[in-house]
């Protein structure tokens, strides 16, 4: 019998018969209600440029001063990293591991999880931990904060107007299109990868 047919939720494995959906809904599981697939195709190659621009987009973010303030005539500048290591210094450790998690390491984590499972299945052949990295990618999506991070860039950009000339650096701009790179690809659905996958493994 064709697995074709059949949707495996990814939260709690129950096997689903597929049925037709109308416009752009969705099917979800009748055990714990989470999304099985929806009416649209996602296309490995669009993923992987999407990745690829976020990964490049991601370096810039890191390398470049999100935010630059001029006193009195003089100008300072910082980049993420030095923020964190001055959140590190000031005693808050806390705060700049959730920092450091949230805006740097889950984004790059997730983004060579993609490249990973993408390139593989573009090229027809199906990653040794594929699964494992699928799962992992599905449980990431709800830790990426990028876009809470630039917010408050922003908020503190906003609050230091009173204060000193402030403006947006290179980095801030860069972690502005991070957050919609991340969010179009976000939108992705992975059941089709899942699917992608079978399919390689099926013509092998």
């Known amino acids: 019998m064709s697995t074709e047919n059949f949707a495996i939720?990814?939260?709690?494995d129950t096997v689903h018969r597929r049925a037709p959906l109308a416009g752009r809904s969705a099917a979800r599981c009748r055990c714990c209600g989470a999304v099985?697939?929806?009416n649209r195709r996602s296309e490995p190659a669009v993923m992987l440029a999407l990745a690829l621009?976020?990964?490049?987009?991601?370096?810039?973010a890191n390398a470049y001063p999100l935010m630059i303030l001029t006193v009195g005539g003089q100008s300072s500048e910082a980049t993420l990293?030095?923020?964190i290591a001055?959140?590190?210094?000031?005693?808050v450790m806390p705060i700049a591991l959730v920092a450091a998690a949230t805006v740097l390491l889950f984004p790059l984590v997730q983004i060579a999880l993609y490249l990973y499972v993408l390139v593989p299945l573009l090229r027809r052949r199906v990653p040794r931990l594929f699964v494992a990295a699928m799962h992992l990618l599905r449980q990431m999506q709800p830790w990426m904060m990028v876009e809470v991070f630039v917010l408050g860039l922003l908020v503190a950009v906003v609050k230091l107007g009173g204060m000193a000339t402030s403006s947006a650096g290179v980095g801030m701009w860069a972690f502005a299109v991070l957050t919609v790179l991340l969010t179009a690809?976000?939108?992705h659905n992975l059941e089709e990868l899942?699917?992608?996958a079978e399919d390689n493994e099926r013509a092998a």
């Open 194 to 196: 899942w699917q992608r």
């Open 185 to 187: 690809l976000n939108a």
């Open 86 to 91: 001055a959140t590190y210094r000031s005693n």
């Open 36 to 38: 099985l697939y929806r």
């Open 81 to 83: 990293w030095q923020m």
């Open 9 to 12: 939720c990814e939260f709690c």
């Open 53 to 60: 621009a976020a990964l490049v987009v991601l370096l810039i």
